[in-house]
């Protein structure tokens, strides 16, 4: 049973059939999924939800599908992991890692926006899959398309990390790397979306694709208990994950799964480019394009197609938003690493980077629950750590040699490690 309305217009309110479309024809304004809530709330509980198996179709009543869900089996339900460590490390009470680096199958928070679109793909008839991509987007759609069979074409900027490259290649799409940032190659998908008719995951399924992202606000009020954190901050990249977390936390509340209490959403971008936050700063609407410069390449999005909505979640949620040098995320990265055992990427590294940011201008206090976004593996993006690590110690393999090494380290001896 479906509990989708159709497609509504964000700007003008006009109705559209469900179909492969993401822009109003009366406005242009982006198209959104209308749901049934009414229907849904007599049919959703708590425990129906806990009866699932642990992947992001045990919210499947607030998700677009008219049939059953074809990919995302394992996909979604990561740790929230209580970061008491790094709390300590912060100064902060209570802290939480939403951790989507180990999401399955391709380590990011894009597989659950995939399995939404490309679940959706195939139920609209589609046999050609396709993304523009800053990486991530390009590993998850590939991974999936593989195992659903689909034909599948991923473009991405032609700059982006080894481990990236390869996490698609692997899959054996076509990929195709184009000579330009992000914002040039989703110009350029955009008008072969028009002219090949294929399911482009984050153009044509965008209002599908979407939707997905709201799990990962489902996930941490689940696992907080059924309760929305007092403060979550969140990456910002093309403005999809933040405003859909905020979504996702307000369905809660309308369908009296959680209690309604000020949860505030703070937006995190990297320095090199932060066209959101610096919107957020000037307390202005307009978001003024930029040229992307940062280590962090996963959201390096200069022209961020929702970040309108990211200024209006944030501002509604009485939140804010910063941002990090690469110098920042880098130690950001190592941090989380050293207290948590979690390596992420730059996205992550920006998350966390922000959070102490914040955290020390005032702006979260420090008694308060707070839940920082990673978004992303570190294992994809080793180039952006590589010289930031020491190199093993070199020896021959004689105990003599490790006994002098012994001898000369200047690190202290380890102590007892406490049993948490
Ligand atoms: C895509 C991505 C994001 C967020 O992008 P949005 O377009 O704002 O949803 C954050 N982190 C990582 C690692 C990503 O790949
Ligand atoms: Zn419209």
């Not at 074409?153 to 330009?180: H, Q």
């Not at 505030?264 to 971008?269: L, N, V």
């Not at 990211?310 to 009485?318: D, F, M, T, W």
């Not at 979260?364 to 992303?376: H, N, W, Y």
């Amino acid at each position: 049973m479906s509990f989708v309305n159709g497609l509504k217009c964000r700007e003008c309110g006009e109705r559209y059939e469900i179909a492969p479309v993401h822009v109003c024809e009366l406005c242009f304004g982006p198209l959104e999924v209308e749901y049934n809530y009414a229907a849904i709330k007599k049919t959703i509980s708590r425990e129906l939800i806990e009866s699932r198996p642990p992947n992001l179709w045990r919210y499947r009543e607030l998700l677009p599908l008219d049939g059953e869900p074809l990919t995302g089996f394992h996909s979604g339900f990561t740790p929230l992991v209580k970061a008491d460590r790094l709390a300590r490390a912060l100064g902060v009470d209570e802290l939480y890692v939403k951790d989507d680096s180990v999401n399955h199958p391709t380590f990011s928070y894009k597989d659950r926006v995939v399995s939404v679109a490309l679940s959706k793909a195939v139920e609209l008839g589609f046999d050609t899959v396709a993304c523009a991509s800053t990486g991530n987007l390009a590993n998850s759609v590939a991974a999936h398309a593989a195992r659903m069979g689909l034909r599948c074409f991923v473009f991405i900027p032609d700059n982006l990390e080894r481990g990236k490259v390869v996490g698609s290649a692997i899959y054996n799409p076509t990929p195709v790397a184009i000579s330009g940032n992000y914002d040039d190659v989703n110009r350029l998908c955009t008008e072969i979306a028009d002219k090949y008719k294929w399911a482009f995951a984050n153009i044509n399924l965008r209002p599908f694709y979407t939707e997905g992202a709201k799990t990962y606000g489902f996930e941490v009020a689940e696992q907080l208990g059924w309760k929305l954190p007092a403060h979550i901050v969140v990456p910002t990249a093309g403005g999809t994950i933040l405003p859909k977390v905020a979504k996702g936390f307000e369905e809660l509340v309308q369908m009296g799964l959680v209690e309604d209490r000020p949860c505030k959403i703070y937006s995190a971008q990297a320095s090199g480019c932060a066209p959101v936050v610096n919107a957020l700063h000037r307390e202005s609407d307009l978001i003024e394009p930029v040229k992307p410069n940062t280590i962090a390449k996963s959201i390096a999005i200069g022209n961020p197609a929702d970040g309108y909505y990211v200024l209006g979640a944030v501002r509604k949620s009485g939140g804010w938003g910063e941002m990090a040098t690469d110098k920042e995320i880098v130690e950001a990265i190592q941090l989380l690493a050293q207290t948590e055992g979690i390596f992420t990427e730059p996205a992550g590294g920006t998350t966390v980077a922000v959070t102490k940011k914040l955290i020390e201008q005032g702006r979260i206090p420090r008694d308060e629950a707070i839940v920082i976004s990673v978004t992303g593996n570190g294992y994809k993006t080793i180039e952006a750590v590589n010289d930031a690590v020491a190199e093993p110690h070199q020896i021959s393999a004689k105990l003599s040699a490790f006994d002098e090494l012994y001898a000369n380290l200047s690190q202290e001896p380890a102590k007892q490690a406490k049993s948490a």
